[in-house]
């Protein structure tokens, strides 16, 4: 029951702080609590909290998807051996997120910074086998290179004497704001699996399914897009964020098209909705891509706990080719993951018809260039062909008798998921009613028409492939199905960079660390000493033998000294006359004797 306690009072907070900010929206009211606690050399080190509308609004959703999460996991990871352990690391995750909402401050934000990236490890790494410590190893690595980026901008704050982002759009210093900015960028594009940082984000599926529908939908991956919301005005317009949203969201939508994991299916599309949140953000339109940041982790987490109540069903699979006919084992599941995907899609009333087509619709009534307007189009009805591709694939292909296993749709799970649909349905027009009422855009007829021709351009092209079963086997197309399948090849590119820095590090320790150091640090002082002391303990070690030998050794010594002082003595006394030659020989020759007989006694 703990998680439905801990789940009740994460919803009561969400109802609360959603309340409580849009209350904050039409009063205009802003809140910002500064606690010095101490400062040294100018710079004070201050814990901020701001509270506005965006923060508590921001907070409420994740708020709700957590709890929602902790309610279905209940069911889902029933009998599982760490159970409290996933519980304390998902609030650990949410405290983390939490904190990183309401900070305004660069120290107070890093904690919340690297307690995500530090969770969500813990979280990939779960299962404990070799694809998970290999996903969490390269989310991590990308990560940290945002932890870094973090660490040298709190590092050139400290100039101004405050690591408070809010006062840096009154600095006068363009070249300061300049490489505050550059590192804040770099940042969030590997929190937010932006090129080239994007091949993390697909690996971490090896998570089990609660956590990707917190990481993929309104935490880790949202992380980087709300600094770069709070950094609005600095930011402005800037066309390599825009170029990166538009090629991250274009190879994404692609790979997507020809991936067979449901899982990864559903983060590359995650991945492709990121990419058109930082193109609306680089375009200056930070409210409309927070908006479309708040309605994608709806329907996105639902489209993730859809998914892995499949995966339960059919027996861990999640290859869609092996899926099929979930419409009759899961048909409520079902029917939530259509309207999901329906949203995703831009569904006309649904939550991605109110944000991602309003983001769409700004653009294209804009002055935009022809290249970059097509990469756009066709990377968004790639959304559409995926979509449709994965419906065909989960529910109207063929399995035959395996239709019919049902081993993961109870109630506990479907009741936690229907809240999670009404939200994601109707979130949407509510968000777009409050913060964008009188907003309307008419678009050229030839964009118009458009739409329509290339929908019925694909079909057609789809009808063919799937007519021809030889065309795979004409010209390799194989090779190049594998090329567009790969995300061009990022993943691989992404790890080249990583392993040869892991294999000199690994060097390093066993040359230096594990080199070296082991004879003139610690261990080589270590075993120095016991070899000196050992020559000293020698000497304590007696026995009856060698007690024995050094007393006669001894008492030798000291008759050898007295003899020989007396005959020193005896030599020099002249008065006793040549009578004493012949008994000075035969003194000797006693004297050489008794030292034969006591060498002999030694030795023996």
């Known amino acids: 029951m703990v998680t439905y306690y801990l789940g009740a009072i994460l919803l009561i907070f ?163 704001l300049a490489i505050v900015l550059v590192l804040v960028i770099l940042a969030a594009i590997t929190k937010r699996a932006q090129i080239p940082f994007s091949a993390w984000l697909p690996a971490a599926i090896a998570a089990p399914t609660p956590v990707s529908a917190l990481v993929h939908s309104s935490t880790l991956v949202t992380a980087g897009v709300y600094l770069l919301i709070r950094f609005n005005v600095l930011l402005g317009v800037r066309n390599f964020l825009f170029y990166a949203g538009v090629f991250t969201m274009f190879i994404s939508g692609l790979g997507a098209n020809f991936e067979t994991d449901l899982k990864k299916i559903i983060a590359l599309s995650t991945l492709s909705q990121l990419g058109l949140i930082i193109m609306s953000l680089s375009l200056g339109f930070y409210e409309l891509s927070f908006f479309h940041l708040l309605a994608h982790a709806l329907f996105k987490s639902l489209l993730f706990l859809c998914a892995g109540v499949f995966i339960h069903s059919m027996g861990d699979i999640q290859d869609i080719r092996h899926l099929g006919g979930l419409i009759v084992s899961c048909p409520v599941t079902s029917f939530y993951f259509i309207g999901s995907s329906l949203a995703l899609c831009g569904f006309p009333f649904l939550s991605g018809f109110y944000s991602k087509d309003l983001i769409l619709e700004v653009y294209f009534s804009l002055s935009i260039n022809m290249t970059i307007f097509i990469f756009i189009f066709l990377a968004t009805i790639f959304t559409l062909t995926y979509s449709v591709r994965l419906v065909y694939y989960l529910f109207f292909n063929n399995l035959g008798g395996l239709k019919f296993i049902n081993l993961g749709e109870a109630s506990t799970i479907l009741y936690p998921m229907r809240l999670l649909f009404f939200c994601s349905v109707s979130a949407g027009s509510l968000l777009r009613w409050t913060y964008f009422p009188s907003l309307v855009i008419m678009l050229p007829f030839l964009v118009r028409v458009l739409v329509l021709i290339s929908l019925i351009f694909l079909s057609f092209l789809v009808f063919i492939i799937r007519a021809s079963k030889q065309i795979r086997a004409i010209g390799g197309i194989n090779k190049y199905i594998y090329y567009l399948g790969s995300m061009w090849f990022l993943p691989g590119l992404t790890t080249i960079f990583f392993i040869p820095t892991i294999k000199l590090g690994g060097r390093i320790i066993k040359s230096f660390d594990q080199g070296w150091l082991e004879y003139i640090g610690g261990q080589g002082i270590n075993l120095s000493l016991t070899r000196a002391t050992s020559k000293i303990d020698y000497f304590y070690y007696l026995d009856l033998r060698a007690y024995l030998l050094g007393f006669f050794f001894i008492i030798f010594f000291v008759f050898m000294i007295i003899c020989l002082y007396s005959l020193n003595r005896a030599w020099h006394w002249r008065c006793w006359g040549n009578r004493f030659i012949f008994k000075q020989k035969v003194i000797k020759v006693i004297i050489l004797i008794c030292a034969v007989k006591m060498y002999r006694f030694i030795i023996n």
């Open 14 to 176: 969400s109802f609360f702080t959603i309340f409580i900010g849009v209350n904050f929206y039409f009063t205009q009211e802003i809140y910002f609590i500064e606690w010095d606690i101490i400062t040294v050399l100018g710079s004070s080190l201050v814990i901020t909290l701001l509270f506005d509308w965006m923060s508590f609004l921001f907070s409420g959703f994740v708020a709700l998807i957590s709890s929602i999460v902790l309610f279905y996991r209940t069911q889902y990871m029933d009998g599982d051996k760490y159970f409290y352990r996933f519980i304390i690391l998902v609030f650990l995750f949410v405290l983390s997120m939490v904190l990183l909402i309401f900070s305004p401050n660069l120290i107070s934000l890093l904690l919340g910074w690297d307690g995500l990236g530090l969770v969500s490890y813990c979280l990939v790494i779960y299962y404990q086998n070799v694809k998970s410590a290999n996903a969490g190893m390269v989310t991590i690595l990308s990560n940290r290179v945002g932890d870094v980026a973090i660490l040298l901008a709190i590092s050139w704050v400290a100039n101004f004497g405050s690591w408070n982002f809010f006062y840096l759009q009154y600095l006068y210093t363009s070249y300061d």
